[in-house]
């Protein structure tokens, strides 16, 4: 890992965003997954949840999934035990969706720890999910069609999060846990070896000031044990 690469995961880390995450419910095209990914990334954040039962678009869309190395994406069969464990954790779940209580996305205080959860374009967010989250939001529409194709939804939604969260300062100083930011630093940093050290069971080697492996007489033996 060259001292550059070292600075640019350091500062993506430092301005990553562990209270803000996106659900995606049945969202299951490639191209869409994979552009709500990337714009995952873009704002900080690091997790986000994707709920697909089990069906023929499961395995394309994993392998959207796969190619995004820097957001972690869990996937579940159901709603509506995620929504209920981020509220049990004091996180406010907004649901992309045209209702009655609907209020427009800018009226929502970002800087509280969300997950914004988005449906499919043909069919919505499903009526289960609806019903668990906090909150209905909208993106106003000045045309004819009633909505944005759902990865420019969350790229809209996102970027009021993360101007709200910029003006705030929740990126000037790191917000992960200390623990989970040195292994995303190792993991990011040094990839094969730490595939070897989860294979092996071990523990990722000390880095130095510069991001290099401080002991290289235990990385030795790490790669000995592979061959």
């Given at each position: ?8 995961i350091c500062e ?31 704002v900080g954040i ?182």
């Amino acid at each position: 890992m060259t001292p550059e690469r070292y600075r640019r995961i350091c500062e993506t880390l430092d301005r990553r965003q562990p209270d803000l995450t996106v659900i995606m419910d049945g969202v299951h095209k490639p191209h869409n997954i994979a552009a709500i990914v990337r714009t995952c990334d873009a704002v900080g954040i690091l997790d986000v949840h994707a709920i697909l039962p089990k069906n023929r678009a499961r395995v394309a869309a994993g392998t959207a999934m796969g190619s995004q190395r820097w957001v972690k994406v869990h996937k579940h069969e159901d709603s509506t035990p995620v929504i209920r464990e981020l509220q049990g954790q004091g996180v406010q779940v907004l649901a992309a969706h045209l209702s009655d209580t609907a209020i427009p996305y800018r009226e929502v205080d970002y800087s509280k720890p969300t997950a914004l959860l988005l449906g499919t374009e043909k069919f919505g967010v499903s009526d289960e999910a609806a019903a668990a989250v906090d909150q209905h939001v909208i993106i106003p529409m000045m045309g004819m069609v009633e909505s944005f194709n759902v990865s420019v939804a969350a790229a809209i939604i996102l970027s009021e999060a993360c101007e709200q969260r910029r003006a705030k300062g929740f990126y000037e100083q790191p917000q992960l846990d200390p623990a989970r930011y040195q292994e995303l630093l190792f993991r990011w940093g040094h990839e094969k070896i730490a595939r070897l050290c989860d294979a092996h069971g071990v523990p990722y080697p000390e880095l130095d000031e510069e991001g290099q492996v401080k002991d290289s007489a235990a990385l030795t033996a790490l790669l000995q044990k592979s061959d």
